[in-house]
């Protein structure tokens, strides 16, 4: 295949936060690509941190988006259409739940509130983005989020993050489906365990990128650029007859069942 696998296309991208997001990685191996970038943050106490890492790659906007408020994403279109007359990817890299939900027994720390928060930022937004965009996604356009195993399997302390994970896999199946019409693909990459500010408030991250190395297939951990290669994949040509696929990108960790008899 001839050329940058990204050459002209417009992607948004979603969920960068300081330069050990994953977002930033894909951003950063999209750029060389060939694409162009629009980024959004949440609120203006995110902005500082963004700001200067998408002008030091050339963004062509940084856009205020909390995906919790309806008037944000709205908001958000309408400014990207100012710069854009189509959007060709679409990443999606969000994910919150609130502190004390991700430490100790999940049945205590699941809350009515702590549901509605975690279920809205980290699986609804897909949706209500989608839906926003799709106006603008042509055939062949390419919408990505970022899961975790343990919307599959239960991770202590995960909890109800793990729950929302299982909703953002199945939505993105769904969506697949109803947008597969249209000409543009959903897919979500489940990715191992990585040192984030996201990763950083569950409790037990540290010790468990410790031990997961050696559980792992290939015997050690992935980093963001492994992700960012799985994005480069399912939004270029590459992966054209790709969607509503779950794509692991953990070092094989998921495939693993009782990991030693020894
Ligand atoms: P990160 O903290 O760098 O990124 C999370 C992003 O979510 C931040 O940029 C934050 O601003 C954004 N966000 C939170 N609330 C928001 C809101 N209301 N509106 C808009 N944006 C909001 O951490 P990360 O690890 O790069 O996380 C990116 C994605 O990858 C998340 O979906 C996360 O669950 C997923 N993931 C992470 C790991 C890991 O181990 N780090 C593993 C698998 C999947």
Redo the contacts with the bound molecule.
């Keep these: 295949m001839a050329g940058p696998l990204m050459q002209g296309k417009h992607a948004l991208v ?5 330069d ?4 930033w990685a894909i951003a950063q191996l999209f750029q060389e690509e060939g694409a162009e970038l629009v980024f ?3 609120g203006e106490s ?1 902005e500082k941190r963004v700001r200067p890492l998408a002008e030091s790659i050339g963004a062509r906007a940084c856009l205020d ?4 408020k309806d008037a944000d994403i709205d908001r958000t279109v309408a400014e990207v259409k100012k710069i854009w007359d189509r959007v060709d990817v679409l990443i999606h ?4 739940a609130p502190r004390a939900a991700l430490d100790g027994r999940f049945t205590d720390a699941t809350t009515r509130e702590v549901w509605a928060i975690t279920m809205d ?2 699986a609804y ?1 897909l949706i209500g983005l989608a839906r926003a965009f799709r106006p603008m996604m042509p055939p062949g356009s390419s919408i990505v ?4 195993y343990g919307a599959e399997k239960v991770v202590r302390n995960y909890n109800v ?1 793990g729950v929302a ?1 299982a909703a953002l896999e199945c939505s993105t199946r769904y969506l697949a489906e109803d947008l597969g019409q249209d000409g543009i693909r959903v897919n979500t990459i ?10 950083a408030g569950i409790k037990g991250m540290r010790s468990m990128l410790g031990e997961n190395a050696e559980k792992t297939p290939l015997r050690r951990n992935i980093d963001q650029v492994d992700v960012a290669k799985a994005a480069l994949y399912l939004c270029s040509d590459l992966g054209l007859s790709v969607t509503g696929e779950t794509l692991h990108v953990d070092a094989g960790q998921n495939i693993m069942g009782v990991v030693s008899m020894g």
Excluded: E, H, Q, W
């Design positions: 979603t969920g960068v936060a300081n050990r997001s994953i977002a959004t943050y949440p995110m988006c909390d995906v919790a890299s969000i994910g919150f930022i980290s937004s989020s970022l899961t975790y993050m994970k489940s990715a191992g365990p990585l040192k984030t500010l996201a990763a």
